[in-house]
């Protein structure tokens, strides 16, 4: 039976998670659930893109590495937590952001904030 990367992380982002989000965003539940739906197939659309370029599969394996991130997809909801872990990963994503998207990061952006009718730092708070 084959099986699906984005399906699998979709099943860990639950209703009450996409709602705690939006919770924490200021923004309202359905938005948030259409901008986590496009943010999730931007993201592994632009790892693997990254990744199959060149050296950017060694530069992002290099900087998952050395970011210390430990077993982040296996405790997504404890990201959602206040406190010093969800800031230190949403600093660490923004850093493999950078790297991914480049120059292209804030088309992404607005992109995605345009079509799901968040704002711009709940959108960029996303993809971190």
Known sequence: ???????????????HMVHHLSSILGENPVNTQKAVDEVLPTLL??????S???SGATQLVDLITHGNYGNVL????????EGN???KMMSSGRNILSLV???KLSAVNELITTSSGIKSTSTSSLLS
């Open 1 to 15: 039976m084959a099986t699906s990367l984005l399906g699998d992380i979709k099943t860990q982002l639950t209703p």
């Open 45 to 50: 659309a632009g790892v693997m893109h990254f």
């Open 52 to 54: 199959s370029s060149g």
């Open 74 to 81: 296996n405790n997504l909801s404890g990201l959602l937590n």
């Open 85 to 87: 872990t969800g800031e």
């Open 101 to 103: 998207f480049a120059a």
